[in-house]
């Protein structure tokens, strides 16, 4: 049986054929699937499937694209529902700095709270790190006590970055980057060892190579 630890699936393009996509998954052996969280628009879709669906379970989190002018607002409501309870990790969380710089410092702390509210609830992270995998790693290197625990989602670094990860006491995501042709990421993943690899989809983004534009929770094998 395989784990999907990364899937948004409660997302739009799932609409039409959630219930069928999901009996597709689980007859390529998927047991369980991990919905990472995005901002507060996505909590509910996300707990609506997680309540149709039990194999899907939610997770909570502020995504560091979603830092905004409202940014602490948003961060008091992940808190408010982590209070409650049900959810299976803090996600997804971490620094972009991809797409738009303009709240950067910002993101520096929504992730640095997002980490100790993980590390006081027991509960792992799943990490998104663009352009910013030097400071997410050296940010947990420095909160690190023994508690903290997780994913380093769509990992793309170094043999030396996946390495400081996984010291760390994280496993690494992969996914569909891993067939893109220019990825260079099979060299690294060789030699860290399969023990410290976990399996994503990041459905319904980044899908296998030759299915770029299909979601990679409708490719056959995409688990594997």
């Not at 998927?30 to 609506?48: A, C, G, Q």
């Not at 992270?125 to 625990?149: F, N």
């Not at 170094?158 to 891993?178: D, E, P, R, W």
Request: glycine share 10%.
């Amino acid at each position: 049986m395989f784990i999907d630890t990364h899937a948004h699936i409660y997302s739009e393009e799932f609409n039409v054929d959630l219930a069928e996509t999901i009996h597709r998954a689980h007859e390529a052996g998927v047991s369980m699937i991990y919905m990472p969280n995005i901002d507060s628009t996505s909590i509910r879709p996300m707990l609506d499937v997680a309540s149709s669906f039990p194999q899907c379970r939610p997770m909570m989190g502020l995504h560091p694209c979603y830092v905004k002018e409202n940014w602490a607002e948003e961060l008091a409501l992940v808190e408010k529902y982590l209070g409650e309870g049900g959810f299976y990790g803090v996600g997804e969380i971490g620094i972009d700095l991809y797409w738009d710089k303009t709240f950067a410092e910002e993101q520096v702390h929504v992730f640095r709270t997002q980490l100790a509210i993980a590390r006081e609830a027991g509960l792992p992270v799943a990490i998104h790190s663009r352009e910013a995998l030097d400071l997410t790693i050296s940010m947990v290197d420095e909160m690190q006590d023994g508690r903290l625990k997780g994913i380093f989602h769509c990992f793309n670094g170094s043999l030396q970055q996946a390495q400081k990860a996984i010291s760390l006491g994280f496993y690494l995501g992969v996914g569909g980057v891993i067939t893109y042709k220019n990825a260079g990421m099979g060299p690294v993943f060789a030699a860290t060892g399969m023990e410290k690899l976990v399996l994503e989809t990041d459905a319904p983004y980044l899908s296998p190579r030759y299915h770029i534009g299909v979601s990679a929770m409708n490719v056959p094998g995409s688990f594997m």
